[in-house]
């Protein structure tokens, strides 16, 4: 009989996941958000899917794809902000800080 864990892992959802982020065979989508990455020029509207081991967004800004990968190992504070939005979150990683906003309910 094969564990729930096995199944999850074979889920389209996590199949497309770990294709598009090239993540390990075992990666599962723990959570999802509808969101805003935040940038100088403008905002790429997408999803933060939060695996045991990354951060990653996809979205799209310009008509153009975007995404990106953050280990959480090298995460090292995830902060609330009402900047530039309510329901804003401020990432900081070792090389990077992003700004996401959410969209709960939009």
Known sequence: RRSKRFEREKTPENERLRSKFHLEEDALILQEYNCALIYADGS???KLYVTQHYLC?????FGKDTKAVYPLEDVVTLEPTDSPAPNSMLMTSTSSEERFTFLAGR
Do not use: E, I, T, Y
């Not at 967004?57 to 800004?61: D, I, K, W």
């Open 44 to 46: 790429s509207k997408g």
């Open 57 to 61: 967004f996809s979205g799209s800004l």
